[in-house]
């Protein structure tokens, strides 16, 4: 399964964005996705992620309440709705998918396979 990133741009701190996940050459039906992020000179981090069923979902303690990862019901998309923008926010946006069997193992770069080429996201203070 190939996947694609989008919805990346710049925003005004305080303003809000919608990433998008789309599978192509499969579906994200039995995959757990995760979003990932990586800011210019550190490492990629986790930001969030969900269950194949969609009843699990986990985020980084800095995206906690601010952001929410969602799955499309045509089982080949999956969001990440983005709200209050911080400057420190801003970096490319990954997202990830594979079968994790547990929501404890999302937040592991290593669980996932399948990566899509990453969004800019920029956020001006």
């Known amino acids: 399964v190939q996947l694609q990133a989008s919805g990346g741009g710049l925003v005004q701190a305080g303003g809000s964005l919608r990433l998008s996940c789309a599978a192509s050459?499969?579906?994200?039906?039995?995959?757990?996705v995760g979003w990932f992020r990586q800011a210019p000179g550190k490492e990629r981090e986790f930001v969030a992620a969900i269950t194949w069923t969609g009843d699990s979902t986990t985020y980084a303690e800095s995206v906690k309440g601010r952001f929410t990862i969602s799955r499309g019901n045509d089982k080949k998309t999956a969001y990440l709705q983005m709200n209050s923008l911080k400057p420190e926010d801003t970096a490319v946006y990954y997202c990830a998918a594979d079968n994790v069997g547990d929501i404890t193992d999302t937040g592991r770069e290593r669980a996932y396979r399948y990566w899509g080429q990453g969004t800019q996201v920029t956020v001006s203070s």
């Open positions: 050459g499969g579906t994200l039906r039995y995959f757990s």
